[in-house]
């Protein structure tokens, strides 16, 4: 989260809701959860929902 405030300014988008999907060769979806670096990164864009694909084989919803 260091980092990313070094690298970029404070920017928010009010509170928006990014969609994260993956889709592999076969056609399906594949997972798609940001990792620690991609949550700070979006939580410090004012990104306050993030909706991913898990490994369970659904679409999963969070708030940040």
Do not use: F, M
């Not at 979806?29 to 898990?54: M, Q």
């Amino acid at each position: 989260a260091t980092l990313v405030r070094a690298r970029w300014p404070k920017q928010s988008v009010g509170g928006g809701h990014i969609y994260v999907g993956r889709l592999l060769k076969n056609g399906l979806w594949g997972s798609s959860e940001p990792c620690i670096g991609c949550y700070a990164a979006l939580d410090h864009a004012g990104i306050n929902k993030v909706t991913y694909y898990t490994l369970d084989n659904e679409w999963k919803t969070i708030t940040l």
